[in-house]
């Protein structure tokens, strides 16, 4: 969510971020009645039955893990995408997308709010 010189410059910063994004998505998950004013206050959705569809179909949609195997297929889907396009080379590899996640910076963060991955998340 930031570049590597601002999570080395502020690495307590950048884990309260990440706890924050985490407690979020539990809220979010387990917590319908009271995410309903949010949909309200951000979203400018009045009625109850559309904040009840919404929260329906996004609760538990999203996880603060990034588990490594998912986030290198979502890269790699990007690749080929770019590759029909003629924006990224046939012959040229995916670099290594997890030097791109300060994993044990996430790990850490999330054992500190205890955090429950999604259940469709869990697979590594």
């Not at 601002?6 to 690495?11: C, D, T």
């Not at 995410?35 to 309200?40: A, C, D, S, Y």
């Given at each position: 969510?930031?570049?590597?010189p ?6 307590e910063?950048?884990?309260?971020f ?6 979020a998505i539990?809220?979010?998950r387990t917590?319908k009645?009271g ?6 206050t951000y ?9 009840s569809?919404?929260?329906d179909?996004?609760h538990?949609?999203y ?8 986030f ?6 990007r ?12 012959d ?6 997890e030097?791109f996640v300060?994993r044990?910076?996430?790990s850490?963060?999330l054992?500190e709010?205890h955090?429950v ?7 590594n």
């Open positions: 969510w930031t570049m590597r601002f999570v080395e410059k502020h690495p910063a950048t884990k309260a990440i706890k924050a994004i985490a407690e539990m809220y979010i917590n009645e995410t309903m004013p949010i949909f309200k979203l400018g959705i009045d009625d109850p039955e559309e904040q569809l919404l929260w179909s996004i538990d949609g996880d603060a893990t990034l588990p490594p195997k998912l290198k297929e979502i890269f790699e889907a690749r080929r995408e770019m590759i029909s396009m003629g924006q990224w080379p046939k040229k590899p995916l670099p290594d997308v030097t300060a044990k910076m996430l850490e963060a054992d709010v955090y991955p999604a259940k469709a998340a869990v697979t």
